[in-house]
């Protein structure tokens, strides 16, 4: 069994039980994006979180091992995204990214946005001309630092 194996064998059961993520993020504990992210292999799980997730989805035991292990991050099956959501997101920061990386600067100096000091809260903003996604990423500002 790979880590593969266990994202997949989770993906089926959530559908196949009728789960959403946010009932099982409920039900570890931690945000629905974070929990999303575990499941489909970018996070790993405490060994308490590893085994509640093999229990809520039926897994062998030699999946909560897997579920611990650090994961290899940022693993998409192309270098551009094909899937039309994820290239979205492609192409805002093809459009967006030197924006979003000048004001940015402007506004704290030197430095990047981290992704580990982070956290995300998806939500839906209902609309009468159609709903809206709303994303707010919330990221530590880590400044380079001369040496």
Same mark, same amino acid.
């Given at each position: 069994m790979t880590r593969n194996d266990v994202t997949e064998a989770i993906v089926a059961a959530r559908i196949r039980n009728g789960l959403s993520w946010a009932e099982v993020a409920r039900t570890i504990g931690r945000? +629905? %994006?974070? $929990?999303t992210a575990g499941c489909l292999g970018q996070m790993s799980f405490t060994a308490k979180q590893a085994e509640i997730v093999a229990k809520l989805f039926d897994l062998p035991p030699?999946?909560?091992? *897997? *579920?611990q292990a650090v994961p290899y991050r940022g693993t998409l099956p192309t270098a551009i995204p094909t899937d039309p959501l =994820?290239? &979205?997101?492609? %192409?805002? *920061?093809?459009?967006?990214? $030197? $924006? =979003? +990386? !000048? *004001? =940015?600067? !402007? &506004?704290?100096?030197?430095?990047i946005m981290s992704a580990i000091d982070f956290t995300m809260d998806i939500d839906k903003q209902e609309d009468p001309k159609g709903d809206r996604v709303l994303i707010t990423m919330n990221g530590k500002f880590l400044p380079y630092k001369p040496w």
């Amino acid at each position: 069994m790979t880590r593969n194996d266990v994202t997949e064998a989770i993906v089926a059961a959530r559908i196949r039980n009728g789960l959403s993520w946010a009932e099982v993020a409920r039900t570890i504990g931690r945000s +629905k %994006e974070w $929990t999303t992210a575990g499941c489909l292999g970018q996070m790993s799980f405490t060994a308490k979180q590893a085994e509640i997730v093999a229990k809520l989805f039926d897994l062998p035991p030699e999946a909560i091992g *897997l *579920l611990q292990a650090v994961p290899y991050r940022g693993t998409l099956p192309t270098a551009i995204p094909t899937d039309p959501l =994820i290239y &979205r997101f492609y %192409e805002i *920061l093809n459009v967006y990214g $030197t $924006t =979003i +990386k !000048e *004001l =940015i600067h !402007e &506004r704290f100096g030197d430095g990047i946005m981290s992704a580990i000091d982070f956290t995300m809260d998806i939500d839906k903003q209902e609309d009468p001309k159609g709903d809206r996604v709303l994303i707010t990423m919330n990221g530590k500002f880590l400044p380079y630092k001369p040496w």
